[in-house]
């Protein structure tokens, strides 16, 4: 069964960090586009970072640019998010997703371009 799983979520102060991983089970992230995504109370599902299939190509989310960077990890068949200068607004649960829809030609930063979604990690801002 293909799955992808989120860790790394946790409560931080504001200014801190927090490093996120999507791990994969049942098929290999090189071959997909690899989006994050997070979501906050009340608001839609919107785009953080995504990374291209050869990794060449990384999109950020203005509010983040800057503050996060997202990776792959090929021996451990990861995309990790490292995000720096958290801020309240940060807080949400975040989502790692999968497309193999080429993301990168539709918009990498697009819900609608992505098939396959983990359950999410929580992070949450506040001191």
């Known amino acids: 069964q293909v799955q992808l799983v989120e860790s790394g979520g946790g409560l931080v102060q504001p200014g801190g960090s927090l490093r996120l991983s999507c791990a994969a089970s049942g098929f290999n992230l090189d071959d997909y586009d690899i989006g994050w995504f997070r979501q906050a109370p009340g608001k839609e599902r919107e785009g953080v970072s995504s990374?291209?299939?050869?990794?060449?190509?990384?999109s950020h989310a203005e509010f983040v640019r800057g503050r996060f960077t997202i990776s792959r990890d090929h021996a451990k068949n990861r995309v990790p998010l490292q995000m720096n200068n958290l801020n309240p607004e940060d807080t949400g649960a975040y989502y790692c997703?999968?497309?193999?829809?080429?993301?990168?030609?539709?918009?990498?930063?697009?819900?609608?371009?992505?098939?396959?979604w983990g359950r999410g990690t929580q992070v949450t801002v506040s001191s």
């Open positions: 997703a999968s497309s193999d829809s080429s993301a990168f030609l539709i918009g990498p930063l697009r819900v609608g371009a992505y098939d396959n």
């Open positions: 990374i291209s299939q050869g990794g060449g190509q990384v």
